[in-house]
């Protein structure tokens, strides 16, 4: 898939991080016999350390469904955010989250500190990881190494997702080690650049309910008049989180008839 896909083609990414003595593995794939094997085998050519967590970055599936077995197996707990214990829970069969967390909470692994950082966006308790003596930023889903993240508008948040991502630029990360695809090296680059894009998607869409534009069907066809229609359904609830947003600023209104139109400012 090109540019501007929603899905991209790229396995979860799992990673095991080590320290002066402790490891913590972050995000633990769909669980597959094949992935567990091979995050099990890494972590036995490291000689089995004590695991201090794993952690999930999120609640989806491709990202929790190894992280059962991979406790029975350790003995580590599972972690996540606070915001996200109830979602993940549901999702896990035969196990539970052990520890949740906030943002400026961290895990020492022995001269190594991964910091926790909350940013609500892709899901509304998505989290980053922060290898601070390294400078590498885990993002899970919320910058992926390639195609555009997916912003839910029932379980996500576009206005968070904006601004959880400025929040991330305060880091300066050397490297981005996302979710799904490739390292990213340009990190402050890559985040503005992400920003930039939901902005210019957000005005492109106001200006074209200004035009008069007033459904989402009529803003799905002038904003994707050649989208793939396996992608069809995503692509319009992407607008609809991006309305959403539009809504919560006070930009635009949706009447009863579910029409959606410019708001016009009060003469005051
Ligand atoms: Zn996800």
């Given at each position: 898939m090109g540019e501007g896909a929603f899905v991209g083609v790229y396995a979860p990414n799992v990673y095991l991080v080590l320290g002066d003595g402790k490891a913590a593995f972050i995000d633990t794939a769909y669980g597959k016999d094949d992935e567990v094997r091979a995050q099990l085998g890494a972590w036995e050519a490291l000689g089995s350390p004590?695991?201090?967590?794993?952690?999930?970055?999120?609640?989806?599936?491709?990202?929790?469904?190894?992280?059962?077995?991979?406790h029975e197996a350790t003995g580590g707990?599972?972690?996540?955010?606070?915001?996200?214990?109830?979602?993940?829970?549901?999702?896990?069969?035969?196990?539970?989250?052990?520890?949740?967390?906030?943002?400026?909470?961290t895990l020492d692994l022995g001269g190594t500190t991964l910091e926790f950082i909350e940013t609500p966006g892709h899901t509304l308790g998505s989290l980053c990881i922060y290898l601070r003596e390294d400078s590498v930023l885990f993002s899970g889903d919320m910058i992926l190494g390639t195609g555009t993240t997916v912003i839910s508008p029932d379980h996500?948040?576009?206005?968070?997702?904006?601004?959880?991502?400025?929040?991330?630029?305060?880091?300066?990360?050397?490297?981005?080690?996302?979710?799904?695809?490739?390292?990213?090296?340009?990190a402050n680059a890559k985040i503005q650049s992400?920003?930039?894009?939901?902005?210019?998607?957000e005005a492109q869409l106001l200006r074209l309910i200004g035009?008069?534009?007033?459904?989402i069907g009529e803003l799905f066809q002038?904003?994707?008049?050649?989208?793939?229609?396996?992608?069809?359904?995503?692509?319009?609830?992407?607008?609809?989180?991006?309305?959403?947003?539009?809504?919560?600023?006070?930009g635009v209104q949706m009447n009863r008839e579910g029409l959606w139109s410019v708001r016009e400012s009060r003469p005051s």
């Open positions: 004590p695991v201090a967590g794993i952690i999930l970055t999120h609640r989806h599936g491709d990202h929790i469904g190894g992280a059962v077995r991979l707990p599972i972690l996540t955010s606070y915001e996200e214990r109830a979602a993940v829970d549901a999702g896990l069969t035969g196990g539970k989250v052990g520890r949740v967390v906030r943002s400026g909470d996500g948040d576009m206005r968070l997702y904006i601004e959880s991502l400025r929040g991330l630029l305060d880091y300066h990360a050397a490297v981005i080690a996302p979710g799904h695809g490739p390292e990213i090296y340009a992400l920003i930039d894009h939901r902005l210019d998607r035009e008069g534009k007033h459904t002038a904003v994707y008049p050649e989208l793939h229609p396996g992608l069809h359904d995503t692509a319009r609830s992407q607008i609809r989180a991006h309305l959403n947003k539009l809504e919560q600023d006070g």
